[in-house]
């Protein structure tokens, strides 16, 4: 089994994600939330999750660099961007720090499910290696950057 981190500043995005992805039956069996980036190195350090769905539009730290933040210390954590911004050079930048997958809102549930059942599937024949021993602090560096 799995663990999941949802990653939205609108709870109601977080908690219909989550609602859609437990409706799917997957094999995930704990499930985290974060309303925002900072928030979200937190909880990623903490509950090592498989999985990351994260927006790249929120306050105190985007998306992005809360990714490149969290790839110091989880090089193949699966991270799935949903965005309502059909930006260029968003998903350029996602490619980059190696995102899964770049879904958009509204997502429908058949495309969540396809990208997710994808993931996992990728995480059964590849297991992760787990977080890195790069110190903590690293992370938390030049924030109001």
Known sequence: MYKLLIVDDEDLIRKGIRVIIEKLGLSISRYFEAEDGLKAIDIAL???????ITDIRMPYLSGLEFIKRL??????????????YNDFE?????????????????????????????TLSELREVPRS????????????????
């Open 46 to 52: 903490n509950s090592k999750p498989d999985i990351i």
């Open 71 to 84: 790839r110091q210390v989880d090089a193949d954590v699966r991270i799935i961007i949903l965005s309502g």
């Open 90 to 118: 968003y998903a350029r930048e996602a490619i980059k720090i190696g995102v899964s997958d770049y879904l958009l809102k509204p997502v429908m549930q058949d495309e969540l499910k396809k990208v997710l059942n994808k």
């Open 130 to 145: 787990g977080y890195g021993t790069k110190p903590r602090r690293l992370l938390y560096n030049n924030l109001s950057d």
